[in-house]
């Protein structure tokens, strides 16, 4: 059985400029959510997809964007980078809508804004 | 406001000691609890889950947490500890039906041999 991987492990953007984070779901999993973690904070929920479409979101700006591709896998985008958005991103799977079961994680993309 | 909050940033035990790491919560209507840990290195992973039903549940590696619904409480317990415990613990909590988990801050445990 497959994880969830994500893609990539660290990056370094300056202010401004746009990311693009990718997700692979577990196998056999066709929801997908996104968390961003701050350095000694929990995870804070960005969004969900399902069904290729956002199916719920956090209290994120509109810059903070994404997709659901049909073999469930998932980007984040964010756009007009800002310092605050230095975070861990972490991607979560689950086989099924919703996410009041268990979230199954990856080992998640550090992004850097400098 | 939905919240979780975890009581302790930084724990340190010798090894052979009890553990408690207190959770509470905030939150309408039904909820399902989580603890959630993260080793050194490692991605987050499920340590146990509450739905329903015994409010004391068993997860992996010893660990057992205790639902109590008046004090909106779920707080993690381990008899014992050890030094691969280090590591560090979320609660969460969802709604029901609902789509997203809230995490608490976390805490950080360290175990000493």
């Known amino acids: 059985e497959t994880g969830v991987t994500q893609s990539p492990t660290h990056l370094i953007k300056t202010r401004g400029q746009q990311v693009t984070l990718r997700c692979s779901s577990q196998?056999?999993?066709?929801?997908v959510s996104w968390y961003q973690q701050a350095l000694g904070q929990g995870p804070q929920f960005i969004f969900q997809y399902y069904r290729e479409e956002e199916n719920g979101r956090g209290n994120f700006p509109p810059r903070f964007s994404g997709l659901q591709f049909p073999n469930y896998s998932s980007e984040l985008n964010v756009n007009a980078l800002e310092l605050d958005d230095s975070a861990l991103y972490l991607c979560a799977s689950s086989p099924v809508e919703g996410s009041t079961g268990e979230l199954f994680f990856g080992e998640g993309s550090r992004l850097t804004v400098l | 406001a939905q919240s979780v909050s975890q009581h302790n940033h930084h724990v340190i035990l010798s090894e052979a000691a009890s553990l408690e790491l207190g959770c509470n919560y905030s939150y309408g209507g039904t909820v399902n609890l989580f603890w959630y840990v993260q080793y050194p290195g490692q991605h987050l992973q499920l340590l146990l889950k509450?739905?329903?039903?015994?409010?004391l549940v068993k997860g992996i590696k010893g660990f057992e947490a205790e639902f109590i619904k008046s004090k909106f409480s779920f707080n993690l317990r381990k008899p014992s500890v050890q030094w691969s415990d280090t590591a560090e613990y979320f609660c969460?909590?969802?709604?029901?039906?609902?789509?997203?988990?809230?995490f608490g801050a976390g805490t950080r445990l360290f175990v000493k041999a």
């Open positions: 196998s056999g999993h066709n929801t």
């Open positions: 969460a909590a969802a709604s029901t039906g609902g789509f997203k988990t809230i």
């Open positions: 509450y739905f329903s039903g015994d409010p």
